[in-house]
């Protein structure tokens, strides 16, 4: 990367190339407040896919994006105002931002390569996200932040591995981030979003971290050798992050649990399971106890995401021949579909 620099709308910044393998469809995890103005979410209707905002009451969307290209991984920012999310409309994935009427729109990221993997602060009007870089040949993920107003790009990882970005925490003081290869690199680290402090948690073969909105805890996917298993990293009580963490095993059985999206209360853990012979939405308490099984489809639930309240869970269901957005209390009860557009609706965020 010596002396290559690109221009972010006048900002300078390093040859960027993002990372293409992000696991949209099975990160649930959103430690931000959420937003009252409904479930923003992506859709191929209309023969590519464009991001609409859903009414979770009458079922009503009203479409975002109309650019002819593949829009995906939509977040909404923590005051509820605005989208950040992924289009290919230049050719590559960027990192674009826009309001919740779909009036005020930005692009955050222009460069030859690829931008993906957003990540809204809860506490500035700043995004993380997650790239590849080419030196020597060769391929590796860093993570970089964006500040929204004046689009200064900074990063955040220096360590030449393969890097996927999680979760921020809920003061906005780290970033967790968890490395896919090589295999001593494997596990959940740390770094503050100015790019110091690098923290290692766990060591497993560790993904898709999300923080609880509390900030005492951590749940994630390990794969182990049979499936993969939900687990909880829990800071020491009296301590920081730095001084290591408390891992509890919460799921058990040979069979897959992933997605761990956590109740606004930070008491209750939302997840998907295979147990049963296909993929459902099941809950458990913080601590693996009450697993509680919600759906019981013939078809695939996935992607679970609880409403700003805590007293509903948005999810992906295929049921119905293509994937719909269904709506159920925190029991699992009154189930309703909200989208019939006969195209796939994925990647739902409350």
Known sequence: MKGMFQHF??????????AASIFALISGCSFLPGSDSGIVYVSDTDGDQEIYILDPETGESSRLTNNGSADEDPRWSHDGQQIAYVSRETGD???????????QF??????????????????????????????????????YSVAIEDREVSQVTFEGSVE???????????????????????????RNPEGVNLVRLTEGDDMNPCWAP?????????????????YLARRIKGGSWEDGVDETRLTHGGFDNFSPAWHPNSKTIAF???RDGNSEIYTM??????QQRLTSNKAGDSSPVWS?????LAFVTDLYGSADILVMNSDGSQQRRLTKNGGDDITPDW
Request: proline share 5%.
């Open 9 to 18: 709308d006048g900002v300078s910044l390093r040859y960027l190339v993002v």
């Open 93 to 103: 994935k960027e990192i674009n931002v826009i309001d919740k009427e779909g009036n």
């Open 106 to 143: 930005s692009r955050l990221t222009n460069n030859p390569g690829l931008d993906a993997s957003p990540r809204w602060s809860p506490t500035e009007q700043k995004l993380a996200f997650v790239s590849e870089v080419e030196e020597d040949g060769k391929d590796r993920t860093e993570i």
């Open 164 to 190: 996927e970005l999680g979760d921020w925490s809920p003061d906005g003081e780290w970033v967790v981030f968890y490395n896919q290869a090589p295999e001593e690199d494997q596990g959940l680290w740390l």
């Open 214 to 230: 509390d900030g005492n805890s951590i749940a994630f996917v390990r794969q182990q050798e049979d499936a993969q298993a939900i």
């Open 272 to 274: 998907v399971s295979n």
């Open 285 to 290: 308490q913080a601590d693996g106890a009450n």
């Open 308 to 312: 700003p309240s805590g007293k509903q």
